[in-house]
T-cell receptor, first 114, second 116 residues
Framework: AQSVTQLDSHVSVSEGTPVLLRCNYS??????LFWYVQHPNKGLQLLLK??????LVKGINGFEAEFKKSETSFHLTKPSAHMSDAAEYFC????????????FGTGTRLKVLA | DARVTQTPRHKVTEMGQEVTMRCQPI?????VFWYRQTMMQGLELLAY????????DSGMPKDRFSAEMPDATLATLKIQPSEPRDSAVYFC??????????????FGPGTRLTVL
């Protein structure tokens, strides 16, 4: 069965410093992995996705994530945080059995300090 | 810029009343998903459709919830009768439904439901 674990429920960084949001997955299939962002009172927006092509995936707003099979990780990074990055971030693994379903992590709330 | 739309955006109702939430998926998308988000449970999948056929509604309380797709441009989620524990944000998402596990879901802005 597929599962995803977001290792931190809250992360605080100062504006201009790097962001690291951690995600580990478990999958009996070759997984597809996604990161979504949810700003307050908004829907979820796709940041990036991994689908077995390049292991380093670049997304919108300067975010990127690296798929590491040996570590079963898909951590999200950004070199320099901006105040507008404050939001909740969800790591997602696809169900992988042809059902189109997503398995969501519990979310990481990112706080950016001025 | 194609988007999933949901109506209403906010709904306040009293316990026992019927609630209907509507979703317009992105044109050409074949899969539609209904999610519920609460602080306690996070994001839960309630039901999903492919080509308007329900594929999985195991996450939905059957006695009071129902989901339908009357046509390819409209999905509905009904709660009858509503209860205070149904208070949550309900999201609709749609996807192309052609690439299996690599399919991307596009989310609507949500309907915030408050049941008094």
């Amino acid at each position: 069965a597929q599962s995803v674990t977001q290792l931190d429920s809250h992360v605080s960084v100062s504006e201009g410093t790097p962001v690291l949001l951690r995600c580990n997955y478990s999958s009996s299939y070759s997984p597809s992995l996604f990161w979504y962002v949810q700003h307050p009172n908004k829907g979820l927006q796709l940041l990036l996705k991994y689908t077995s092509a390049a292991t380093l995936v670049k997304g919108i707003n300067g975010f990127e994530a690296e798929f590491k099979k040996s570590e079963t990780s898909f951590h999200l990074t950004k070199p320099s945080a901006h105040m507008s990055d404050a939001a909740e971030y969800f790591c997602v693994v696809s169900d992988g059995s042809g059902t189109y379903k997503y398995i969501f992590g519990t979310g990481t709330r990112l706080k950016v300090l001025a | 810029d194609a988007r999933v739309t949901q109506t209403p955006r906010h709904k306040v109702t009293e316990m026992g009343q019927e609630v209907t939430m509507r979703c317009q998926p992105i044109l050409g998308h074949n899969t539609v998903f209904w999610y519920r988000q609460t602080m306690m449970q996070g994001l839960e999948l309630l039901a999903y459709f492919r080509n308007r056929a329900p594929l999985d509604d195991s996450g939905m309380p059957k006695d009071r919830f129902s989901a339908e797709m009357p046509d390819a441009t409209l999905a509905t989620l009904k709660i009858q009768p509503s209860e205070p524990r149904d208070s949550a944000v309900y999201f609709c998402a749609s996807g192309l439904g052609v690439s299996g596990s690599t399919d991307t879901q596009y989310f609507g802005p949500g309907t915030r439901l408050t049941v008094l």
